[in-house]
């Protein structure tokens, strides 16, 4: 089942501009993630924020939390053409010792030139 | 270090036949997950393994997908009988017992004719 619905689906922007990608969940988390799925390709890990966190930053990205609406937003800055690919969140919680994720939807973007 | 390996990248079958995949995840990984992303879609857990023990396997459809861990490192995920519904990205991910970063393959696309 799928735990987050993002929003937008898809969202098409120009090099340089900022992209804003948001996430909501339905159950308590234990973090939040989000990673980067190039077009036939494997998922890459870009950020984790645990539940007690409410912003994060990693480079051009920045990630807040919102617990008590249940919901997250990523913000990619100055993109480039190569920021193009599916963006997941996904919420973790643990089974017993081991963690575990569950996806959302994804938003689709596109940085054209 | 080296990433998780998936293999065969690509495979194409009839339904009705049997097909497997690999994984071998990073070394020291203790946890491995089998995931099925739909085109469109997010990857949905199939399968996690803590060491050769299975997690969760709640949404595994058991009744023609099986998957083992042997000696807790390459683990194959099989289907058998295939059907329709099964095309899709096999993805498999690792993870330490440290982190609750997922570390993914390329992962094997399957088409059912």
């Known amino acids: 089942s799928q735990q987050g619905e993002e929003d937008p689906q898809a969202l098409s922007i120009q090099e340089g501009e900022n992209a804003t990608m948001n996430c909501s969940y339905k159950?308590?988390?234990?973090?939040l993630q989000w990673y980067r799925q190039n077009s036939g390709r494997g998922l890459v890990h870009l950020i984790l924020?645990?539940?007690?966190?409410r912003e994060k930053h990693s480079g051009r990205l920045r990630v807040t939390l919102d617990t008590s609406k249940k919901s997250s937003s990523l913000l990619i800055t100055a993109s480039r053409a190569a920021d193009t690919a599916s963006y997941f969140c996904?919420?973790?919680?643990?089974?017993?010792?081991?963690?575990?994720?569950?996806f959302g939807t994804g938003t689709r973007l596109q940085v054209t030139l | 270090e080296a990433g998780v390996a998936q293999s065969p990248r690509y495979k194409i079958i009839e339904k009705r036949q049997s097909v497997a995949f690999w994984c071998n995840p990073i070394?020291?990984?203790?946890?491995l997950y089998w995931y099925q992303q739909i085109l469109g879609q997010g990857p949905k857990l199939l399968i996690q393994?803590?060491?050769?023990?299975?997690?969760?396997d709640s949404q595994l459809p058991k009744d023609r997908f099986s998957a083992e861990r042997l000696k807790g490192v390459d683990s194959t995920l099989k289907i058998q009988p295939a059907k329709l519904e099964d095309s899709a990205v096999y993805l498999c991910?690792?993870?330490?017992?440290?982190?609750?970063?997922?570390?993914f393959g390329p992962g094997t696309r399957l088409t059912v004719l």
């Open positions: 991910a690792s993870s330490s017992g440290f982190s609750d970063t997922q570390y």
């Open positions: 996904a919420t973790g919680s643990y089974t017993g010792t081991a963690s575990k994720l569950t």
């Open positions: 159950t308590s988390i234990n973090n």
């Open positions: 393994f803590q060491n050769n023990g299975v997690v969760d």
């Open positions: 070394s020291g990984h203790a946890t």
């Open positions: 924020i645990r539940s007690n966190e």
